[in-house]
């Protein structure tokens, strides 16, 4: 059965960080492509950033480049997003989802506020 | 960026009637290598996405044979034969020709 679990969400102030961990299992985790897709409270879907199955390749939405870094350890079969200078914008539910978009994990929710 | 729109944006169904739902994007979404990365994706709420279509007409996994796709180019459409109780909530398209975008989403109700 394959599992994504995202973790790493919370609260955190206008300006500060998070990083997101998604643990991955029932996949052969190095052969396939990754992303983040986030949804605010009852909007639609936004996808955020994908990165190769060899982590060579990364990109990022406009919203978000330069701000946010995706990466990934296939020893560990995680994948990771760093989010700095958060915005209140950037409010959300966090999905971690294969390249696919067969597999999403039940995702993690970032809040962001002073 | 490519800029997908739904119609309609909301549709009252009757169980056991058809359904349809069309997605156009702003430019073709056949990729160089010859794929039309088009699909369908289901959202209860309180419930992740579920994907139900990709590359325009596949069915994934599990994934009832009510369901269909279809299209080419700019225009697809997600066909339900009969629709159950289960049905309802969002439908959004989405493409990851080009990076990945999604669509507004169609929300599905019961009349």
């Known amino acids: 059965e394959v599992q994504l679990l995202e973790s790493g969400g919370g609260l955190v102030q206008p300006g500060g960080s998070l990083r997101l961990s998604c643990a991955v299992s029932g996949l052969n985790f190095s052969n396939y492509v990754m992303s983040w897709v986030r949804q605010a409270r009852g909007k639609g879907l936004e996808w955020i950033s994908v990165?190769?199955?060899?982590?060579?390749?990364?990109n990022y939405a406009a919203s978000v480049r330069g701000r946010f870094r995706i990466s990934r350890d296939n020893s560990k079969n995680t994948v990771y997003l760093q989010m700095n200078s958060l915005r209140v914008e950037d409010t959300a539910v966090f999905y971690c989802?294969?390249?696919?978009?067969?597999?999403w994990g039940r995702g993690t929710l970032v809040t962001v506020s002073s | 960026d490519i800029v997908l729109t739904q119609t309609p944006l909301s549709s009252p169904v009757t169980l056991g009637q058809p359904a349809s739902i069309s997605c156009r994007s702003s430019q073709s979404l056949v990729h160089s290598d010859g794929s039309t990365y088009l699909g369908w994706l289901h959202q209860r709420p309180g419930q992740p996405p579920r994907l139900l279509i990709y590359?325009?007409?596949n069915r994934f996994s599990g994934v009832p044979d009510r369901f269909s796709g279809s299209g080419a180019g700019t225009d697809f459409t997600l066909k339900i034969s009969r629709v159950e109780a289960e049905d309802v909530g969002i439908y959004y398209c989405?493409?990851?020709?080009?990076?990945?975008?999604f669509g507004p989403g169609t929300e599905l109700h019961i009349k």
């Open positions: 989405m493409q990851a020709t080009q990076l990945m975008t």
């Open positions: 990165i190769s199955g060899s982590g060579g390749g990364t």
């Open positions: 989802v294969d390249g696919g978009l067969g597999y």
């Open positions: 590359k325009v007409s």
